[in-house]
């Protein structure tokens, strides 16, 4: 005969005392900062031997580290992030919880120094372009000081010979998208929900609010900005505001040069030159016509619904029968 053990469960007890075991040793490993020479690996973290971990680095509970990686000084994995493929991080950057750099695809991933990647965020990953062909190499690289933040995704080129290339001192804020092929220049600001299309280029110093759509190979010019839940299916010239469902010019980004530091003299000559530009004498005049023509005429015989004239017109001939 066959005995069947019932194991009882853990006492409540013996159960809490084990969680705030394990919250403190989450704790302790975020709060462990490494001497500069020294770095410290958790137990529970998967580290490849042939993977290159520079000093002072510490690498949290659960991560994951490939045998191509390159981890620079002073980094620092959270709990259950990961590095994936031929990855190079420079040194002091910071890959939150549930963070995917890198991909074992041909090709590499390279990250400047000074980057954090948020909660989440996946960088360096294969695009989604049915151009790409398995076994194809694919790049991406980006430069110093940027902040990614949670949820965002960044993919790889979408050829050996292209590369999608993030600068310096961008601020990519919670679940946008930069697909293969950007090439995203410095001190740029995308909020929240900003999504880029294959191959589009974005300048220095643009900002986009929040839910902007950008077609593919589309350029954004420096100093511009886009409004929120803007799509935008053409190029945005330098220096203007834009907006709309499929956006359209709104004037100087004022504000932004402002911030920028531009002097009144420079903010004049724009002016003069958005006007010669965007706002020809052909232009002026038909706009001058259009707003007399509706103060002449308060209520036009053109506005008039169609559907009310055609039931008159059939009584009349009905009468003269």
């Given at each position: 005969m066959f005995s069947l053990h019932v194991h009882k469960p853990l006492s409540a007890t013996l159960r809490t005392l084990t969680l705030v075991?394990?919250?403190r040793t989450l704790s302790d490993v975020s709060n462990q900062k490494p001497s500069e020479t020294t770095s410290f690996i958790h137990p529970t973290a998967v580290v490849h031997p042939d993977a290159v971990i520079g000093q002072g680095v510490s690498i949290g509970p659960f991560c994951t580290v490939g045998?191509?990686?390159k981890i620079g000084n002073a980094c620092r994995l959270y709990p259950g992030s990961h590095i994936f493929g031929n990855t190079e991080l420079g040194e002091r950057c910071i890959l939150m919880t549930g963070t995917v750099v890198g991909d074992d695809l041909p090709g590499r991933t390279v990250l400047g120094c000074n980057n954090i990647i948020g909660h989440h965020a996946v960088v360096g990953i294969k695009c989604q372009d049915m151009k790409y062909k398995t076994g194809d190499e694919c790049f991406l690289e980006v430069g110093d000081n940027n902040e990614i933040r949670e949820h965002t995704s960044i993919h790889r080129s979408s050829k050996s010979n292209e590369m999608t290339v993030i600068g310096d001192n961008n601020l990519i804020?919670?679940?946008c998208h930069i697909a293969h092929d950007c090439k995203v220049g410095n001190d740029n600001i995308f909020a929240n929900n900003t999504l880029l299309a294959g191959h589009v280029v974005v300048e220095d110093y643009a900002h986009t609010a929040g839910a902007t759509v950008v077609h593919q190979f589309?350029?954004?010019g420096?100093?511009?900005f886009i409004?929120?839940?803007s799509v935008v299916s053409q190029d945005v010239p330098r220096y203007v505001m834009v907006s709309g469902e499929r956006a359209e010019l709104r004037g100087l980004n004022l504000e932004?040069?402002?911030r920028r530091g531009f002097?009144?003299?420079e903010v004049r000559s724009l002016r003069t030159a958005y006007r010669n530009i965007f706002m020809p004498i052909d232009f002026l005049i038909y706009f001058c016509c259009f707003k007399l023509g509706k103060r002449m005429w308060r209520k036009p015989i053109l506005y008039k619904p169609l559907g009310r004239a055609v039931p008159s017109v059939r009584l009349l001939q009905h009468q003269e029968i």
């Open positions: 075991h394990f919250s045998s191509s990686a804020m919670g679940s589309c350029c954004i420096s100093f511009s409004g929120g839940g932004g040069l402002r002097s009144m003299q």
